[in-house]
T-cell receptor, first 113, second 114 residues
Framework: AQSVTQPDIHITVSEGASLELRCNYS??????LFWYVQSPGQGLQLLLK??????LVQGIKGFEAEFKRSQSSFNLRKPSVHWSDAAEYFC???????????FGTGTRLKVLA | DVKVTQSSRYLVKRTGEKVFLECVQD?????MFWYRQDPGLGLRLIYF???????EKGDIPEGYSVSREKKERFSLILESASTNQTSMYLC?????????????FGDGTRLSIL
C-alpha cells in the first residue's frame, strides 16, 4: 500500500541550528514528492517539489530536500533555522496518472530563541 | 500567483444544520479538492473535482457532498452537520490532472459543530 511516514511528530531546534525533517514513502512507481509548510491558522504553502533529475532540490525560504531512491526518503533540510520557520511541515507523494496525493501526518517544528 | 480563497476562516454551526463551505480559485485550474485536517491524521481527501459538474469521492466522503457549477468555484456541503465533523477544512486546486502538479491551498475554514 502507498504510504508516507514522517517519523517525528515534534522537533525542537535552536535558532541558527541546522534542521533535518524526515520523510519516508512507500510507492511502487516513481513518485512525485513535495514538501509543504503550514503556519498557524494558515493553509499549506509549497516549499519544493521533486519530479525527476537532480536529486537535490532547492526550494523557497532557504530549504532543500534530497531524494534518495535506495532509502525511499525525501528529507527536508535547512542549514540555519530562523524563528519564523516555526510551523508544521508536511511531506506528500503523488504519481503520474492519479490526482491523489498521500500526505504524511506532519512534523511540528518549534524554534528556541 | 495562484489565489485560493475560502469564504470563511471560522464557522460555528449547530448539529443537524446544512452547512456550506465555499472555495474560489483565480487561476483557471482544472482540479479542485476538499480536505479535512485533524491532529495526528494529516490531510484526508473528502472529494475531488476534475471539471465542471464532475466529482469523485475521496477517502472520507460520508456525510459530505460537493458542487461545482463553475470552474472557479467548488463548494463542500455538510448535509446534516454532526459534532464529529468539527475540523479544519482545506480547499486546494491544481492545474491539470496527474500527481506531478502541485496543489495550491486556501487558508482553511475552522468549523465547529455544537
Amino acid at each position: 500500500a502507498q504510504s508516507v511516514t514522517q517519523p517525528d511528530i515534534h522537533i525542537t531546534v535552536s535558532e541558527g541550528a541546522s534542521l533535518e525533517l524526515r520523510c519516508n514513502y512507500s510507492y511502487g512507481a516513481t513518485p512525485y514528492l513535495f514538501w509543504y509548510v503550514q503556519s498557524p491558522g494558515q493553509g499549506l504553502q509549497l516549499l519544493l517539489k521533486y519530479f525527476s533529475g537532480d536529486t537535490l532540490v532547492q526550494g523557497i525560504k532557504g530549504f532543500e530536500a534530497e531524494f534518495k531512491r535506495s532509502q525511499s526518503s525525501f528529507n527536508l533540510r535547512k542549514p540555519s533555522v530562523h524563528w519564523s520557520d516555526a510551523a508544521e511541515y508536511f511531506c506528500a507523494v503523488g504519481a503520474s496518472g492519479t490526482y491523489k496525493y498521500i500526505f504524511g501526518t506532519g512534523t511540528r517544528l518549534k524554534v528556541l530563541a | 500567483d495562484v489565489k485560493v480563497t475560502q469564504s470563511s476562516r471560522y464557522l460555528v454551526k449547530r448539529t443537524g444544520e446544512k452547512v456550506f463551505l465555499e472555495c474560489v480559485q483565480d487561476m483557471d485550474h482544472e482540479n479542485m479538492f476538499w480536505y479535512r485536517q485533524d491532529p495526528g491524521l494529516g490531510l484526508r481527501l473528502i472529494y475531488f473535482s476534475y471539471d465542471v459538474k464532475m466529482k469523485e469521492k475521496g477517502d472520507i466522503p460520508e456525510g459530505y457532498s460537493v458542487s461545482r457549477e463553475k470552474k472557479e468555484r467548488f463548494s463542500l456541503i455538510l448535509e446534516s452537520a454532526s459534532t464529529n465533523q468539527t475540523s479544519m477544512y482545506l480547499c486546494a486546486s491544481s492545474l491539470v490532472s496527474g500527481g506531478a502538479q502541485p496543489q495550491h491551498f486556501g487558508d482553511g475554514t475552522r468549523l465547529s459543530i455544537l
